[in-house]
C-alpha cells in the first residue's frame, strides 16, 4: 500500500498547490512512482480527463490543480486523481461533480445533508486505486485543515489524513502575517489523532533573509514539537490557478505579463472581461506568458480603448454573467470595439443572438430567452446535458485566427448546443463559429497551442515587438523551490522519514 503524504493549510492560497506538485515533480524525477489526490476541490477551473475505475469508459472533470500535479508526476491524469469536485455556480449553489460526471447542484447544506457519506465513499475508493497502482500518493488539502465548524465533514483534509493514513505537512503563508500564530493555532484546533499525524510545517512566501525567522522557529518547534521542515522564498513557478482568488474583484483591474520587461509601447493588451462566475480563466495563461503580451482583467464597465484584442472567457453561469455583462454596458463597448474578438465555451455561447432555455443554466429568476451580444450568428439552447471530451482537431484560418492551418489539442466542458443560423466560417469542420473579426468555439485550451496563439497574436504586433514563444518549465520550477529549501532527500519522502 502506498505511503499518502497529505499537503494541508492555514488557510486558502498558502500555496498548497504549489508544494504538493513540487513535491509531485521532485519524487517522479528520483524515480518514486508517485501520484497526486485531491478528495474533494472546489473550482471552475477544471479539465477533462479519462474516467477511472471498472466503469471508466469516457471523460470526465477533475480540478485544474490535480491536472497540474498529475503533469508534474508524469502520470496521465484520471478522474481518480481529484473524485469529488464542486463548481460554484451562484446563489450559494455548486455543482456537483462525482468520479466525473455531474449528479447535481446542491446548496452547502443540501449537499452535507444527501450526498456526502457518497462522496466520502468515492474518495476512498479512488485513493485505493490510487494506493494499489502507486508508492507514493501526494494529497492536497483544502483551505484550512482548522476548521472546527467542519471536522465531522472535511473530506479534503480530516477525513483524508484518517483515511489514507497519511502522513500530514502543514503549509503557512507568512506574507499574510502571523504566520507562527496561525500555525500553533491550527494545531491546537485539530483533532488529536490528526494533530499526532503532523510531521513537519512549511513556512512559504517568505521575502528576506530566512536567518532572522530562526529565533521564531526554535521557539515555536519548542512550544509544539513539530519541526519546520523549511522555509520556501516567495516566488511563483507560473502554474495554472486553481481558483478565481487568483482574479482581482469584479469592478477592479489587473494585468498579468506585464513582468517580462518589455516596454509597454510595444506591448500588445488582451482584455479580458472580469465576469462575476468567471471559469477555465487559465485558458489566458498561455497568452500572459508570451513576451509583450498583456492579459487585462477589466471590470465588465471598462472602457475598451487601449485593448488590442478582447477574450471573453467561460463561466459556470453563462446566463447570469451575460446579463451582467449587459448591464454593465459591456455590450456597447463590444460593438464598437474594431478589434479581434474570441469567445471561449461560455464566452462563445455570449457572443451569439440569444440563449434559449436559459432557465436551466441560470441561478436568478428570469425569462427562458436571453439576448446575446450578437457578433455572431449562432443560437445556443441549454440542456442539462453535459459533453465531457478532450479533443485533437484541425484549425482553419478563419476570422481573428486567419493565419492558423494547424492540428490543436483542448478539451471541451460545456452544457447547451450552439447552431448557427446565419452564414459563418468554421473554425473546426462542422464547430465553432467566426464572422469577421468574432471568433467563438467550445474548445478549452485553444491557446496552449502555439498555433493558435501566433496566428491571434502576430497581426497585433504589426509595428511592435514580434512575439516569440517563452518556454516555461513550471512544474520543474516548483520541484526546484521545494527542493531548494526543504532539505529532505526525495527517498526519505518516499519512506516517511522526516528528521
Known amino acids: ?35 497526486p489526490f485531491k478528495a474533494q476541490n472546489m473550482s471552475n477551473n477544471a479539465r477533462a480527463v479519462p474516467t477511472a475505475g471498472p466503469d471508466g469508459d469516457g471523460f470526465g472533470e477533475i480540478g485544474v490543480s490535480q491536472w497540474v500535479q498529475a503533469r508534474a508526476a508524469a502520470v496521465p491524469a484520471t478522474t481518480d486523481h481529484n473524485p469529488v469536485l464542486l463548481k460554484p455556480r451562484g446563489e450559494g449553489e455548486s455543482q456537483l461533480v462525482v468520479h466525473g460526471e455531474a449528479v447535481g447542484h446542491y446548496a452547502a447544506g443540501d449537499y452535507y445533508d444527501e450526498y456526502w457519506e457518497r462522496a466520502r465513499s468515492a474518495a476512498v475508493e479512488a485513493h485505493r486505486r490510487l494506493a494499489a497502482a502507486h508508492d507514493v500518493v501526494v494529497a492536497e488539502g483544502a483551505g484550512s485543515i482548522a476548521e472546527i465548524n467542519l471536522h465531522d465533514r472535511d473530506l479534503a483534509n480530516v477525513e483524508t489524513a484518517r483515511f489514507a493514513d497519511a502522513d500530514v505537512m502543514l503549509v503557512a503563508d507568512i506574507e499574510r502575517g502571523g504566520v507562527f500564530a496561525s500555525l500553533v493555532g491550527t494545531l491546537e484546533l485539530l483533532p488529536d489523532d490528526v494533530r499526532d499525524r503532523v510531521v513537519g510545517c512549511v513556512v512559504n512566501k517568505f521575502r528576506g533573509d530566512a536567518s532572522l525567522l530562526e529565533p521564531g522557529i526554535a521557539e515555536f518547534e519548542d512550544r509544539t514539537g513539530v519541526p519546520v521542515l523549511g522555509v520556501l522564498p516567495h516566488d511563483d513557478p507560473g502554474l495554472p490557478a486553481e481558483d478565481s482568488l487568483s482574479l482581482p474583484p469584479v469592478g477592479e483591474r489587473a494585468v498579468r505579463g506585464a513582468d517580462d520587461g518589455v516596454p509597454e509601447r510595444e506591448a500588445v493588451t488582451v482584455a479580458v472581461p472580469r465576469t462575476p462566475r468567471a471559469s477555465n480563466v487559465t485558458d489566458l495563461e498561455p497568452l500572459a506568458r508570451e513576451p509583450g503580451v498583456r492579459v487585462a482583467y477589466v471590470p465588465p464597465d471598462a472602457a475598451l480603448d487601449v485593448a488590442d484584442a478582447v477574450v471573453l472567457p467561460g463561466s459556470k453561469n453563462t446566463v447570469d454573467d451575460l446579463l451582467a455583462l449587459r448591464e454593465a454596458g459591456f455590450g456597447d463597448a463590444l460593438a464598437a470595439f474594431e478589434g479581434p474578438v474570441v469567445g471561449l465555451c461560455g464566452g462563445y455561447q455570449m457572443l451569439g443572438e440569444r440563449i434559449e432555455n436559459a432557465g436551466v443554466e441560470r441561478a436568478t429568476d428570469g425569462g427562458d430567452v436571453v439576448e446575446g451580444f450578437g457578433l455572431l450568428p449562432v443560437v445556443t439552447r441549454f440542456s442539462r446535458e453535459k459533453r465531457v471530451t478532450r479533443a485533437t482537431r484541425r484549425l482553419r484560418g478563419v476570422g481573428p485566427l486567419a493565419e492558423a492551418d494547424a492540428a490543436v489539442t483542448g478539451y471541451e466542458i460545456h452544457a447547451g448546443e450552439t447552431r448557427a443560423v446565419g452564414p459563418v466560417e468554421r473554425p473546426f469542420a462542422d464547430r465553432g463559429a ?66
Open 434 to 499: 467566426a464572422r469577421g473579426n468574432a471568433l467563438g468555439t467550445y474548445l478549452h485550451g485553444l491557446f496552449g497551442n502555439a498555433a493558435a496563439r501566433t496566428a491571434l497574436l502576430r497581426p497585433l504586433f504589426d509595428g511592435k515587438r514580434p512575439s516569440g514563444d517563452r518556454e516555461r518549465t513550471p512544474y520543474d520550477d516548483a520541484a526546484a523551490l521545494v527542493d531548494g529549501n526543504l532539505p529532505l532527500d526525495p527517498g526519505d519522502i518516499a519512506r516517511g522519514e522526516w528528521e
Open 1 to 35: 500500500m502506498a505511503r499518502t503524504i497529505l499537503v494541508a493549510g492555514t488557510a486558502s492560497h498558502v500555496g498548497k498547490s504549489t508544494v504538493a506538485a513540487g513535491l509531485c515533480r521532485l519524487l517522479a524525477r528520483d524515480g518514486v512512482d508517485v501520484a
